[in-house]
């Protein structure tokens, strides 16, 4: 089936290779970029200029960030696992986690188990503008997820100067994580790996208005113009195989 198909729209290097083994012909592989619904106000230049009006002592105490659905493949347990051995070697770190999900009753049993309920902090559901100043103070977002066709929540993070933290089975790993400059990746599932990637992350933040510059470069790319421009290239050049 995918063989004889026309054309298809996959995003990034990672989708490419999963239709690639699915048959599809690599010359019938558009690759629109992955963008982010960021508000029509938003501006790179503003965001930058937060970070050079930011106190000096913002990141040192280090928060870390989680943001999306509290669901079993978000590798939430594993986040847990990973902070749980932060801890003794950073006493004063904090996580905030954001969303909702089926995990949630799950989070707050593990969180009094691993005695870390003053340490951690479950937000719930907050739209974009109330995560704005949690990336602006956090010194990472992590994304452990087990499986994630894309995680566009990493777009989000970057595009406010954010670095990340993000497992192997995210799709936009390729093309957005640039180990120590825009952030760090690390093997889905391996605690240990993911704890001494959180470890690793916080040294971006001591020039942390360089590292947001690196983080909106490498982002910058990936806009919805740039998204529309790519899917009518696209369109235009399946058309094309019909006709």
Same mark, same amino acid.
């Given at each position: ?32 970029? !992955? ?17 050079? !009006?930011?106190?000096?002592?913002? @990141? ?10 509290? /669901? ?10 990973? @902070? ?94 640039? !180990? ?5 990746? @690390? ?26 510059? !690196? ?12 998204? /529309? ?15």
């Amino acid at each position: 089936f995918f063989a004889r198909c026309n054309g298809f729209f996959g995003y990034g290097q990672r989708s490419k290779e999963y239709l690639m083994s699915l048959g599809a012909n690599e010359a019938n592989i558009i690759i629109p970029c !992955q963008a982010a619904a960021l508000p029509h106000g938003y501006d790179s230049s503003e965001v930058l200029s937060l970070y050079g !009006q930011q106190n000096s002592e913002t @990141f040192k105490l280090p928060r870390f960030l989680y943001v999306g659905r509290l /669901a079993p493949e978000k590798g939430l347990g594993d986040l847990l696992g990973a @902070f749980s051995l932060v801890r003794p070697k950073i006493p004063s770190a904090c996580l905030d986690i954001i969303g909702a999900g089926s995990s949630s009753a799950e989070l707050v049993d593990q969180l009094s188990k691993l005695g870390l309920a003053e340490a951690v902090t479950l937000h719930g559901p907050i739209d974009l503008s109330g995560i704005v100043p949690q990336f602006l103070r956090s010194v990472a977002l992590v994304l452990p997820s087990r499986s994630e066709p894309w995680g566009l929540v990493v777009n989000e993070s970057l595009s406010y100067g954010c670095p990340v933290v993000v497992s192997d089975r995210c799709g936009c790993v390729p093309e957005l994580v640039i !180990q120590g400059v825009t952030g760090f990746t @690390f093997k889905a599932g391996d605690i240990e790996a993911l704890s001494e990637a959180m470890l690793a992350v916080m040294r971006l933040s001591e020039d942390r208005a360089s590292t947001a510059r !690196q983080c909106i470069s490498v982002v910058s790319e990936f806009t919805a113009d740039s998204a /529309a421009s790519r899917m009518l290239e696209g369109c235009t050049q399946i058309l094309r195989t019909v006709n």
